[in-house]
DNA sequence: ACAAATGGATAGCGGAACTATCCACTGACC
DNA sequence: GGTCAGTGGATAGTTCCGCTATCCATTTGT
């Protein structure tokens, strides 16, 4: 398979593709000749999966590399692998430790413990999480870690469903390949569900409280 | 309060609050002479909530405007003022409708009419959820929108809850910008919690599964 | 024999979100 | 009342990102 094939299979233009190759996020063919080289199957699958991780995930090139690295270094562990999306997908922010964000960090913290969860200290997303409430509190609301403790339940029920279906996988590239995609694209999927659950109720209930352009409540 | 003032009490530095102010993001302050403005109270909760969208919610600029325009348009019903930010936290693809979008498209049509959940015909999320089932069945993920019916009813419960918080406050200003926050911030916590679920899982499975770098399963 | 395509290198582009500079002016302190 | 940092307003510049476009010497298919 060459460029123009690799090109039409996979819907990347061949100006992107020489891009990812020159960014390292796609490995070259295999060279034939001084300028001629056969892509196959694999270079397909990958470019799916980096066009996965930047449309649906957002990533930036620089996380997707890193992520990739991490894919095919075989001694890098599933989990380990699995981080590096994670870090990928929260940008973390410079330093903004505003004094509010601090206190809901140590409660997040807190909470992590209670849970039993033992996440990476430097994991970006104690930090995101620790944000978020903070941000809530600023607009009023009476929020509370333990608010989540019903969502949190359900995550790790969904996450143990997904983990074990990554790890039966036949390799561990599988495997890798599986838990990202899992990852990224349910993430996606969930927040649209929950998206689409607030239009549809906020639908219902605007004509409950009488149909055209409202005043206030 | 003037400028610097404002620039500190919102942590926004003067050359960006200069730049919302051009780009129609914040409302000019109380002109007091040729060169001078009063800003309030009111300017400060504004600057919070456009970082708010802009910081965790990830809306472009435009999206934020938009958003915006319909928050204080006092014409537009809460749940119009609500669809904006919808369509500004999903970014609308160009037109790739690739045949087995298309497909899943109409999963996601049945799916939403199953639930009777009413969805504006014209909005992203249908769109990027059959997009999210598409790239999974590419991965072989063996996925139908059946699976998505409890992450559906949960997300309907707390959607109710949400919109029922909403639409309990004083004045009409304050329910849309409490819709706001609550979409996506708690959109935000939620995907967050997720992936700590799922990095608490893989690293609790890693060590039953032996300690170390892995090789495959 | 020869047009089309390839790999490799380098330069350019367009959008987004700021940031910096300049200016004429003013309000607040000395 | 003088002075000077700060202000609003306008305009131009910067940085980063994700590609695109162009050039070129080689090679391939016909």
């Known amino acids: ?31 034939t000749a001084a300028n001629q080289a056969d892509y196959d199957g694999g270079h397909v699958r990958r470019l799916r999966l980096i066009r996965a991780l930047i449309d649906v995930g957002e990533l930036p090139i620089a996380a997707v590399r890193a992520t990739l690295t991490a894919v095919d270094d075989e001694s890098t562990s599933l989990h380990d692998a699995f981080g590096a999306v994670m870090h990928g997908l929260d940008t973390v922010p410079p330093d903004d430790t505003a004094p509010d964000i601090a206190a809901a960090r140590r409660e997040v913290d807190a909470w992590l413990r209670r849970r039993r ?34 969502a949190a339940a359900s995550a790790e029920r969904s996450a143990e469903f997904e983990v074990a279906y990554a790890r039966g996988m036949a390799d561990r590239a599988a495997a890798v390949e599986t838990m990202l995609i899992g990852t990224v694209v349910f993430e996606r999927a969930l927040a649209e569900i929950r998206r689409l659950a607030l239009e549809a109720v906020s639908a219902r209930t605007e004509r409950r409280h009488g149909s055209g352009p409202r005043r206030p409540v």
Not at 13 to 28: C, D, M, P, Q
Not at 128 to 148: G, H, K, N, S, Y
């Open 1 to 31: 398979m060459k460029v123009s094939e690799l090109s039409a299979e996979s819907g990347v233009s061949v100006a992107t593709i020489k891009f990812y190759l020159r960014e390292g996020l796609l490995h070259a063919g295999l060279q």
């Open 117 to 150: 969860w033992k996440i990476e200290p430097d994991a970006p997303a104690p930090h995101a999480l620790a944000t978020a409430v903070a941000i809530l509190r600023q607009f009023d609301f009476p929020v509370t870690l333990a608010d989540f403790d019903e």
